[in-house]
């Protein structure tokens, strides 16, 4: 198996709240690697547990100018604004259950800006068209 090295890493401390407002710290490493410009890795761990999500850069980009009402996302991710315009709301819908992060909106925006400087949002089939070809390549040979 080929361990994949990400181009960019950020450690951010999320919010997981739980259903009677508590609060509970959650490190989240967020990884991109411009190989798969179209997935974001978020790995969450708490006290006890560890999880790993992919989902798409983009949905993360959109989820900073959505709202509760209208959310990023239509699936087991969904991103909005949070009321305080400082914050972020992820959902998550998996199958052991649902959580709820708040995250900081400025440490997202740098990393996603500092993806944006490996491969611009909108041009991701750029960046993999060489990784087709050598694929369809290897396939016909």
Not at 48 to 56: I, K, N, V
Not at 73 to 98: K, N, Q, S, T
Not at 124 to 136: G, P
């Amino acid at each position: 198996m080929t361990v994949q090295r990400s181009d960019v890493v950020d450690v951010v401390t999320m919010q997981l709240v739980l259903s009677d407002a508590t609060v509970l710290p959650v490190t989240t490493e967020l990884s991109f690697f411009s190989g798969d410009p179209y997935t974001i890795r978020a790995t969450f761990s708490g006290q006890s547990a560890m999880s790993t999500w992919l989902f798409g850069r983009e949905l993360l980009q959109d989820g900073l100018a959505s709202t509760e009402e209208h959310p990023a996302g239509l699936g087991d991710v969904r991103i909005w604004r949070d009321e305080d315009p400082a914050y972020l709301l992820i959902a998550l819908y998996g199958v052991e259950g649902e959580a709820l992060l708040a995250c900081p909106v400025d440490p997202l925006e740098r990393f996603l800006a500092t993806t944006a400087t490996l491969v611009p949002l909108g041009h991701e089939s750029d960046s993999i068209q060489d990784q087709i070809s050598a694929l369809i390549a290897s396939l016909s040979s």
